[in-house]
């Protein structure tokens, strides 16, 4: 008679026995399902379950290649055989509900990264200090491991410096949780990096660029309002006529394209928001108005911040891929983010304007409007920023090239009130 919990499949014997109100299955390995073998297996279980009654049950040490034991083990025990890529794994689980689906990817990737480097199968309590910094190291100098993209040696210190970052929290995470003591990446100071400044459009440039005989009409629009608005270029893409008011000269900006190519409303609540739009912008949208305004409505799915939540969306976008564009362009019926990029490069060899990153659109809107002396604050409300300390700090940019016109303007100014010192007594 076979002993209780213990169960013959073919020649192979499993256990059975509840812990922590699971039933718990395990095949014992190597163990022929012989008489004698099947009355030692009982005995085994009966050990097991006096050990779970008086608490002093080791499910990870009992059977340390265990699925189960790794779910269910205690922390002091899963900690001794947790790798380095199940302590990612873990992370990246318990943060899913709190990014979303395209930053959420983006740190899969870079984990897959540092795990590689940190070595998969090394146990993560035996990473320390000096692992960390050949861990910098390798990311500095070594060869990118990008499976979507062509490779390269080294990175930028701002990549290194957000790669060193996440492992940093990663630990971090297996110290509160008990897995570990120390986090060995949180003494490692950050690669030094130069500051890159923004690096507007001067506006001889910018009228090059929509006089151009090779721009077409969308294009002069597109850049004009990407100029004159700060929009950012996922706004751009998802941008419709149901979100423009020309009469009152507004746009609502209510959803955005991820690099993924799904719709969610913008980051954070000052991303929603209505724009004012400048004369220049009101007259691109006009022109454009002509061209796409007519078209049929699209349906779409908005993702919001709350996970799980989503809403539906009629669109008529304001720029489309002409039916002959590429296949990197066209994205549907509404451009792509890299497929904006794309034109923007074209745009920039056909004229024979110096390249700059297409974002350099929304940095230029901001540089613009500072030196014309607009309200800081105002423009941080326009581009979707909480308050003006992004604007100051990140396109507080003074463009040399406007140096006559300050001066101009500071002695007009300064010509209808008397400046003269005081004469000290």
Not at 82 to 87: I, K, S
Not at 407 to 419: G, M, P, Y
């Amino acid at each position: 008679m076979t002993p209780e919990g213990i169960e013959v499949r073919g020649t192979s014997i499993r256990i059975w026995f509840l812990y922590k109100g699971k039933r718990c299955k395990e095949t014992l390995k190597g163990w022929q399902a012989t008489p004698a073998n099947i009355r030692k297996a009982g005995r085994l279980r009966a050990v097991i379950v006096s050990e779970i009654s008086d608490g002093t049950f080791d499910y990870l040490a009992r059977f340390p290649n265990s699925k189960k034991a790794r779910e269910l083990g205690n922390v002091a025990s899963v900690s001794k055989s947790m790798t380095v890529e199940e302590l990612f794994e873990k992370w990246l689980n318990a943060k899913a509900a709190d990014y979303s689906i395209t930053t959420l990817r983006n740190k899969r990737s870079v984990a897959k990264t540092c795990i590689q480097i940190l070595e998969p199968e090394k146990l993560a309590v035996n990473v320390n200090y000096e692992d960390g910094l050949l861990l910098r190291s390798q990311l500095i100098s070594g060869q990118t491991l990008y499976s979507h993209r062509s490779n390269k040696k080294g990175r930028s210190a701002g990549t290194v410096n957000s790669y060193m970052s996440l492992c940093a929290e990663v630990w971090r995470f297996a110290c509160l949780s008990g897995y570990i003591d120390s986090n060995p990446f949180e003494t490692i100071k950050p690669v030094r990096s130069d500051d890159t400044e923004p690096d507007p459009l001067e506006y001889d440039e910018f009228l090059s660029l929509i006089n151009h005989p090779s721009i077409t009409e969308q294009e002069r629009n597109l850049w004009t309002v990407a100029v004159y608005t700060g929009l950012r270029h996922g706004e751009i893409c998802a941008l419709s006529w149901e979100d423009i008011d020309l009469n009152e000269g507004v746009i609502r900006v209510s959803r955005n394209l991820s690099v993924a190519g799904y719709f969610k409303v913008p980051k954070t609540k000052a991303g929603e928001r209505t724009i004012n739009l400048l004369g220049p912008a009101i007259d691109a949208l006009t022109r454009q108005k002509a061209l796409t305004y007519v078209m049929p409505e699209e349906s779409v799915t908005v993702l919001l911040r709350e996970p799980g939540k989503k809403r539906q969306d009629s669109c008529r976008w304001v720029f489309k891929p002409t039916r002959n564009a590429a296949p990197k362009i066209n994205a549907g019926s509404h451009y792509s983010k890299n497929g904006l990029a794309i034109v923007w490069d074209s745009c920039m060899r056909r004229t024979g304007i110096r390249r700059r990153t297409p974002y350099q659109t929304r940095h230029t809107y901001a540089c613009w409007m500072l030196t014309e002396d607009a309200n800081p604050s105002w423009i941080a409300r326009q581009m979707g920023h909480k308050d003006a300390r992004m604007v100051m700090t990140t396109y507080g940019k003074f463009m040399p090239s406007q140096s006559g016109v300050q001066v101009e303007k500071l002695n007009k100014r300064f010509a209808s009130v008397s400046h003269t010192c005081p004469i000290g007594k």
